[in-house]
């Protein structure tokens, strides 16, 4: 299939559905996805959903205040390549980079700045 993805410079923020402010579903090993200078933020799911990719880079987002993860990877495919770096990740419901299954792949987490929402309870 050979596709390339990219996904740049947008304002993704604030849909009211089920699903993430970004989500893709399979792509093949021959396939490079690329997130780069987008805010994602205020969605009702993630911010970013990745299901079954490979070769995904993730660079120098602001992915912020969604409902739960900031950046989520359901499945990194086997022999696949990945670089998340230099992002914003704050304030998101849950964890900010949370990888569910990955396998016989490389990947690169650097220079990211993550931020936990903090939650505080008034004990009477």
């Given at each position: 299939?050979?596709?390339?993805?990219?996904?740049?410079?947008?304002?993704?923020?604030?849909?009211?559905?089920?699903?993430a402010?970004?989500?893709?579903?399979?792509t093949?090993?021959?396939?490079?996805?690329?997130?780069?200078?987008?805010n994602?933020?205020?969605?009702?799911?993630?911010?970013?959903?990745?299901?079954?990719?490979?070769?995904?880079?993730?660079?120098?987002?602001?992915?912020?205040?969604?409902?739960?993860?900031?950046?989520y990877?359901?499945?990194?495919?086997?022999?696949?390549?990945?670089?998340?770096?230099?992002?914003n990740?704050?304030?998101?419901?849950?964890?900010?980079?949370y990888?569910?299954?990955?396998?016989?792949?490389?990947?690169?987490?650097?220079?990211?700045?993550?931020?936990?929402?903090?939650?505080?309870?008034?004990?009477?």
């Amino acid at each position: 299939y050979n596709s390339n993805i990219n996904i740049s410079e947008n304002n993704i923020s604030g849909n009211g559905g089920g699903y993430a402010g970004v989500y893709i579903y399979s792509t093949d090993a021959a396939s490079q996805v690329n997130i780069d200078s987008n805010n994602i933020s205020q969605n009702y799911a993630s911010g970013i959903y990745l299901d079954i990719v490979t070769n995904v880079d993730v660079t120098n987002n602001n992915i912020a205040n969604n409902d739960y993860y900031g950046l989520y990877f359901a499945q990194i495919t086997d022999s696949s390549n990945g670089l998340i770096s230099s992002n914003n990740i704050g304030n998101n419901n849950y964890v900010g980079i949370y990888i569910n299954w990955a396998a016989s792949s490389n990947i690169n987490i650097s220079a990211n700045n993550i931020v936990f929402k903090i939650i505080s309870e008034s004990l009477a």
